[in-house]
């Protein structure tokens, strides 16, 4: 599965990015590699919780 983020520069110097197709799915870090590791954690996080509410609903 691909997912598009779209990933920001800070105002501190640090960056942030954000998952559109996702609510409310943003997350931040000091370095890209910091950041990319913190997306994938918080695209897992959103889908695990997505995936029950889903569920729950059909």
Request: with cysteine.
């Amino acid at each position: 599965m691909k997912i598009q983020a779209i990933i920001h520069n800070a105002e501190e110097g640090a960056y942030w990015a954000e998952v559109p197709a996702l609510p409310s799915c943003v997350t931040q870090g000091d370095t890209l590699k910091e950041l990319k590791a913190n997306l994938h954690e918080a695209i897992k996080g959103w889908l695990s919780v997505g995936e029950d509410e889903i569920t729950e609903s059909q």
